[in-house]
């Protein structure tokens, strides 16, 4: 089974789950015949003094749990705003029911208690039966946000007809129970059966989300490269950006060698505008793609962790390249070989991460913490947010950190195998001194260039460094 499908139909049931949990109070109530009528709330079934309240909080409990992780699977990595508007309320309402019983349950059944009325009138219940009242209202605005905006987003995107037709209806239902429920509670009527049909339209809604994605059958879109070629002139420069990194911040760099060069910058799969993020990446994979994209003999920059993509290409293809910037590469004096049980959960975790960067809970986080960290390690740019804020992005992204000691050890084994070719390299070591640096100098018979005054991110502090750097390379292989 493919695993983005296994993905949705996890979230199918998940919201299956939520909302048969969620209307647990159906059988409860009969369990419990002290707590009824048109009187009562729902919620005094799970009251801390009621009998077969741990049955009543702990199902509670569980829709909540089921609806958070349902709405984190749900495969939505582009909403617009009332998608993500949606999703959001239904994660309110899954952490808000979490914490109206698993937290905060009532201390007793108010309504259909006069001992229990009196002692909160008199103000003597506990913070936990206060608290209550919000964590309800806030779950029922959630569920009420959610009914507004996902069929909104459904019909305007033609997807998931089930929550756009199914959706509405229920919505026009939320709509008439709630207005039921504040105007029994403004009037002083029983509130009971209001309340009642209020939560029963929202487990339905949780019951028909889960259907809806037991349908789906969208199609994962085909693979997309995003490659940029600029300027003219040989030998051309092929730019390889590092771990995470996106085309554009080499925008100086290709600006100032593109008056002389032919330059080609691009995305690998996942990051920046590619997509097409589909296993593990390794390094002659990696060595590969430059191939693909080098052409004629290139002068082949990389940086950081793309330091070892550029050395595999250059190993493997001798004939291929002109010659190599190095811009801070990754240097391991020592090759640490992973655990055969730890490997085996890596590739594990490497097998579910394309899938996983196509949910909503991966788009949440990523907009929530990559273009944060963009901004605090390479300052703002008005592009970062609208890449970096992609779940694929942080999948892929977090591909290639675990990728990184499986290419280190790939690349330690072609050092063994094929010997480096007589071509000019340049290393630029930024910072302080690096031995592993001059190591690799040593190793490749390269130019050391160190930058002391500069960061990692060479190519946006620098850019003139390594603009200097291609044309001593181009000058080499002139003569």
């Known amino acids: 089974m ?64 089921a609806c958070l992780a349902a709405v984190a699977l749900v495969p939505d990595e582009r909403p617009g705003r009332w998608g993500a508007l949606g999703w959001l309320g239904l994660a309110l309402l899954g952490g808000m029911t979490v914490l109206d019983s698993g937290l905060f349950p009532l201390d007793c059944a108010a309504l259909s208690d006069p001992v229990c009325a009196a002692a909160e009138a008199a103000g003597r219940v506990s913070p936990s039966h206060r608290i209550h009242t919000a964590t309800s209202a806030l779950a029922s605005a959630g569920a009420m946000v959610s009914l507004l905006a996902l069929p909104v987003s459904a019909l305007r995107r033609r997807r998931w007809p089930l929550i756009g037709y199914g959706g509405a209806v229920l919505a026009v239902l939320m709509a008439v129970a709630t207005v039921w429920t504040l105007a029994a509670i403004a009037s002083g009527a029983p509130v009971g059966l209001a309340q009642r049909f209020q939560v029963a339209v929202i487990g339905l809604w949780l019951l028909l989300l889960g259907a809806a994605l037991w349908r789906d059958r969208t199609m994962t879109a085909p693979p997309k490269s995003h490659v940029l070629l600029e300027g003219a002139g040989t030998p051309p420069v092929l730019i390889c950006a590092g771990m995470a990194g996106a085309w554009f911040h080499w925008d100086r760099v290709a600006a100032d060698l593109s008056r002389d060069h032919a330059v ?25 793609r430059i191939g693909a994209l080098a052409g004629s003999p290139a002068v082949v920059v990389g940086h950081s962790a793309a330091g070892r993509h550029a050395e595999a290409f250059a190993r493997l293809h001798p004939g291929r390249v002109a010659g190599l910037v190095l811009v801070d590469p990754s240097c391991e004096s020592a090759v640490r070989p992973r655990g055969a049980a730890r490997a085996a959960a890596v590739r594990a975790v490497q097998r579910a991460l394309p899938a996983l960067g196509g949910t909503f809970g991966a788009t949440a986080v990523a907009c929530l913490v990559l273009p944060f960290a963009h901004r605090l390690l390479m300052g703002t740019h008005d592009r970062a947010r609208a890449v970096y804020g992609r779940g694929r992005v942080l999948a892929a992204a977090t591909a290639e ?45 390269a130019k050391l260039i160190p930058l002391p005054g500069t960061g990692h991110e060479v190519q946006l502090e620098s850019p003139e460094a390594i603009a200097e750097a291609v044309r001593t390379i181009s000058r080499f292989h002139d003569t």
Request: with cysteine.
């Open 2 to 65: 493919h695993a983005r499908r296994r993905l949705t139909w996890i979230a199918a049931c998940g919201f299956v789950v939520a909302g048969l949990c969620y209307s647990a109070w159906l059988p409860a109530q009969f369990l419990n015949p002290g707590i009824g009528g048109p009187d009562a709330y729902v919620s005094e079934l799970a009251a801390a003094d009621q009998p077969w309240s741990w049955l009543v909080r702990a199902a509670d409990v569980i829709a909540g749990i």
């Open 401 to 445: 950190w675990l990728a990184y000691p499986d290419m280190t050890a790939e690349l330690d084994e072609l050092r063994g195998t094929h010997p480096f070719p007589e071509i000019p390299v340049v290393i630029l070591s930024a910072g302080p001194e690096d031995r592993c640096h001059h190591d690799l100098a040593e190793l490749l018979d």
């Open 264 to 288: 080609i910058r691009f995305d690998r799969p996942g990051l920046g505008l590619s997509s097409g993020h589909r296993r593990p990446p390794t390094l002659r994979e990696e060595a590969d």
